[in-house]
T-cell receptor, first 111, second 115 residues
Framework: ELKVEQNPLFLSMQEGKNYTIYCNYS?????LYWYRQDPGKSLESLFV?????AVKQEGRLMASLDTKARLSTLHITAAVHDLSATYFC???????????FGAGTRLTVKP | KAGVTQTPRYLIKTRGQQVTLSCSPI?????VSWYQQTPGQGLQFLFE???????NKGNFPGRFSGRQFSNSRSEMNVSTLELGDSALYLC??????????????FGQGTRLTVV
């Protein structure tokens, strides 16, 4: 069964600092997703990573994928308060649309 | 373009009742997936429909069912509601094929409370 593990589950950061969220998954997958969720809201798509070595960046967030290690990272650069949210990674089984999510990382950025 | 629309947004039901939730995907998208989100279990995959056929199914009891119509709109039904079914139910819309265009977009969700 496909399992997805994120760490840390809780992250409290100072503004301006850098940090990385890790996402490990248990079996082969050809698609890795990162989502953001604000309290009481739905999921906002951040990145879709489709191949080994894929790297995508949007603003202060950068995501990468290592399919051999079954590892994706979400790097936060010079955090700002607006990044406070819960971040989820998810993977599909190959050729299936059945995303399995990690437990989420609740990020709090303090001034 | 219009996003994913879920109705209703909030629902309160009594144990033993049944409920139907609706999801209208983004125009042109043929895949609709359903997820249950609870504080204890997190986000769990329920099922996925593509071209009116259930293509994938998660580990939920048979009380949870769904269907998809020819216009890609989908409904999810939960029968004999239990307190533990209280959750945020999210649907996701995507093109549905393999390859590059796989991004899934979520609706605002239906908050179901079972009392």
């Amino acid at each position: 069964e496909l399992k997805v593990e994120q760490n840390p589950l809780f992250l409290s950061m100072q503004e301006g600092k850098n940090y990385t969220i890790y996402c490990n998954y248990s079996t082969t997958s050809d698609r890795l997703y990162w989502y953001r969720q604000d309290p009481g809201k739905s999921l906002e798509s951040l990145f879709v990573l489709l191949s080994n070595g894929a790297v995508k960046q949007e603003g202060r967030l950068m995501a990468s994928l290592d399919t051999k290690a079954r590892l994706s990272t979400l790097h936060i650069t010079a955090a700002v308060h607006d990044l406070s949210a819960t971040y989820f990674c998810a993977v599909d089984r190959p050729y299936n649309n059945d995303m399995r999510f990690g437990a989420g990382t609740r990020l709090t950025v303090k001034p | 373009k219009a996003g994913v629309t879920q109705t209703p947004r909030y629902l309160i039901k009594t144990r033993g009742q049944q409920v139907t939730l609706s999801c209208s995907p983004i125009s042109g998208h043929r895949s609709v997936s359903w997820y249950q989100q609870t504080p204890g279990q997190g986000l769990q995959f329920l099922f996925e429909y593509f071209s009116e056929t259930q293509r994938n199914k998660g580990n939920f009891p048979g009380r949870f069912s769904g269907r998809q119509f020819s216009n890609s709109r989908s409904e999810m039904n939960v029968s004999t509601l239990e307190l533990g079914d209280s959750a945020l139910y999210l649907c996701a819309s995507s093109w549905g094929g393999t390859g590059e265009n796989t991004e899934a977009f979520f609706g605002q969700g239906t908050r179901l409370t079972v009392v």
